[in-house]
T-cell receptor
Framework: DAKTTQPNSMESNEEEPVHLPCNHSTISGTDYIHWYRQLPSQGPEYVIHGLTSNVNNRMASLAIAEDRKSSTLILHRATLRDAAVYYC??????????????FGQGTTLQVKP | DVKVTQSSRYLVKRTGEKVFLECVQDMDHENMFWYRQDPGLGLRLIYFSYDVKMKEKGDIPEGYSVSREKKERFSLILESASTNQTSMYLCASFRRQNTEAFFGQGTRLTVV
């Protein structure tokens, strides 16, 4: 499985945008980029995923570099409830029915009021 | 509301006991996973299953086994619990590759 590299921690102020970077220089052409987050005392939850184009949903935006070797998760207005560990994960495109989610250490995001 | 339910939130067991951790999903998902999460080590994959009666080892299967007799239920079994299996255990399910995975709330197991 291709690896990702994320900063250990980041800080943000409430109501400001947050850009969480992820490097994945060994990404293959069939790897999708997934983001999950884990709030304190909860299981991880899905945030967003994409392949080549930038993606938006109600939670966040995902900006993918043209060479796909890096990506950025964008929270447009951080709230205190966004304080969590954010995981950037590469998942292989369908070649079967499995798609292991292999978690790295993630980025711990602190949001200051 | 979609759900992955783990049978217990907290569990205390004695060394040498046989322990069953149950996970049930109501979304008709083919794929189900078991992870454990430890401070400093993150989430590590123990076993996964992509169909009924199918199972594959993850990164740390030693000391564990699994059972998938029905599509909605995936059980993690500790044949003889040891103190180094004290951990948070998380179950997840998803339908197909590159779709959203759903996680349970976790079971915090303490082996004394």
């Amino acid at each position: 499985d291709a690896k990702t590299t994320q900063p250990n921690s980041m800080e943000s102020n409430e109501e400001e945008p947050v850009h969480l970077p992820c490097n994945h220089s060994t990404i293959s052409g069939t790897d999708y980029i997934h983001w999950y987050r884990q709030l304190p005392s909860q299981g991880p939850e899905y945030v967003i995923h994409g392949l080549t184009s930038n993606v938006n949903n109600r939670m966040a935006s995902l900006a993918i570099a043209e060479d796909r070797k890096s990506s950025t998760l964008i929270l447009h207005r951080a709230t205190l409830r966004d304080a969590a560990v954010y995981y950037c994960i590469l998942r292989d495109a369908p070649s079967g029915n499995t798609g292991k989610l292999i978690f790295g250490q993630g980025t711990t995001l602190q949001v200051k009021p | 509301d979609v759900k992955v339910t783990q049978s217990s939130r907290y569990l205390v067991k004695r060394t040498g006991e046989k322990v069953f951790l149950e996970c049930v999903q109501d979304m008709d998902h083919e794929n189900m996973f078991w992870y454990r999460q430890d401070p400093g080590l993150g989430l590590r994959l123990i076993y996964f299953s992509y169909d009924v009666k199918m199972k594959e080892k993850g990164d740390i299967p030693e000391g564990y086994s699994v059972s998938r007799e029905k599509k909605e239920r995936f059980s993690l079994i500790l044949e003889s619990a040891s103190t180094n299996q004290t951990s948070m255990y998380l179950c997840a399910s998803f339908r197909r590759q590159n779709t959203e995975a759903f996680f349970g709330q976790g079971t915090r197991l303490t082996v004394v």
